[in-house]
Nanobody
Framework: QVQLVESGGGLVQPGGSLRLSCAAS????????WGWYRQAPGKQRELVAS???????NFVDSVKGRFTISRDNAKNTVSLQMNSLKPEDTAVYYC????????WGQGTQVTVSS
């Protein structure tokens, strides 16, 4: 049974930074491309960053240059470093494979507000 556990969210002022982490268990982590998704109130969940098995990354335009994604196959974790945060980044953030294949975790709330 695959479990995804996200952590690292919180309340941060505009311009601040947060680092999110996701631990995946019950799967062969290294086989998959992984992504970070977010869902803001009243909006659909969107993929904001992804990383392939060999480390190639891709980002939605709204976060390019501000977010970075990384993975540690030895630890079965994928991380999202978020810098220069904006109020419009406020959302619940989730990890899953790129092309979500597993049940969603609980997510981690990111709130950007002064």
């Amino acid at each position: 049974q695959v479990q995804l556990v996200e952590s690292g969210g919180g309340l941060v002022q505009p311009g601040g930074s947060l680092r999110l982490s996701c631990a995946a268990s019950g799967t062969i982590f290294s086989r998959f491309p992984w992504g970070w998704y977010r869902q803001a109130p009243g909006k659909q969940r969107e993929l904001v960053a992804s990383i392939t098995n060999d480390g190639r990354t891709n980002f939605v335009d709204s976060v390019k240059g501000r977010f970075t994604i990384s993975r540690d196959n030895a630890k079965n974790t994928v991380s999202l470093q978020m810098n220069s945060l904006k109020p419009e980044d406020t959302a619940v953030y989730y990890c899953n494979t790129d092309g979500p294949a597993f049940p969603w975790g609980q997510g981690t709330q990111v709130t950007v507000s002064s």
